[in-house]
């Protein structure tokens, strides 16, 4: 299986996400890292396959409006961001290009 690392600034959006969630009712923000996780840990063996949007592969998480952005690197998947899809696509792309520096 292939190694999937989340980099630190993906890591702060799932926490922005635990913090959203969990504002509007205790423990769902749990849950929702939790689904994000699971979503993210099926790339070791789904790597590659989705299609590219602001030059990272895009996965669509599984049971929240988030999008999953990765790159490949030759021997890992690298998470460099994790973000709400209801955000304003302009918004999107300026993080997910900014992270690929």
């Not at 292939?2 to 969630?21: H, K, N, P, T």
């Not at 709400?84 to 918004?91: I, M, V």
Request: contains cysteine; neutral net charge; proline residues 2%.
């Amino acid at each position: 299986m292939r190694r999937v690392v989340v980099l630190a600034e993906a890591a702060e959006d799932l926490e922005e996400a635990r913090e959203f969630y969990d504002a509007r009712e205790a423990g769902v923000g749990d849950y929702c890292v939790t689904a994000l996780l699971a979503d993210i840990e099926s790339l070791a063996l789904h790597h590659g396959i989705h299609r590219r949007h602001y030059g990272c592969f895009r996965m669509l998480a599984s049971r929240f409006p988030f999008g999953i952005y990765y790159l490949e690197a030759e021997h890992e998947t690298r998470v460099v961001a994790v973000l709400d899809l209801r955000r304003n696509p302009s918004w999107i792309r300026q993080k997910v290009t900014r992270r690929q520096d």
